[in-house]
Nanobody
Framework: QVQLVESGGGLVQAGGSLRLSCAAS???????MGWFRRPPGKGREFVAA????????NYADSVKGRFTISRDNAKNTVYLQMNSLKPEDTAVYYC??????????????????WGQGTQVTVSS
């Protein structure tokens, strides 16, 4: 059974940076992975995704140019580097594992595994 565990969340001032990590355990995770978030009082939204080989990435328009997704398959870990953070980036961030090898899905229905989430709070 694959388990995903996020880390790296916290409180940061606007303009600052954070790096989220998501470690997969319970076996080698050979598929696309993504990050989603749930802002306070809002629904879940797509943030970024990366294919297994790293050759395909997708980003939400709201984070393009500020966030970078990457992965280290030897460590079974995916990262989300978040720069130039804004108060509207405040949310619980979730790591997700898809069932597709070569794609970087943006639809949460394409993901079968989810982490518990890590809180990111950006103060103004």
């Amino acid at each position: 059974q694959v388990q995903l565990v996020e880390s790296g969340g916290g409180l940061v001032q606007a303009g600052g940076s954070l790096r989220l990590s998501c470690a997969a355990s319970g076996g080698t995770f050979s598929a696309g992975m993504g990050w989603f978030r749930r802002p306070p009082g809002k629904g879940r939204e797509f943030v970024a995704a990366i294919s297994w080989g790293g050759g395909r990435t997708n980003y939400a328009d709201s984070v393009k140019g500020r966030f970078t997704i990457s992965r280290d398959n030897a460590k079974n870990t995916v990262y989300l580097q978040m720069n130039s953070l804004k108060p509207e980036d405040t949310a619980v961030y979730y790591c997700a594992g898809s069932v597709f090898l070569g794609s970087a899905p943006t639809n949460p229905d394409d993901y079968a595994y989810w982490g518990q989430g890590t809180q990111v709070t950006v103060s103004s």
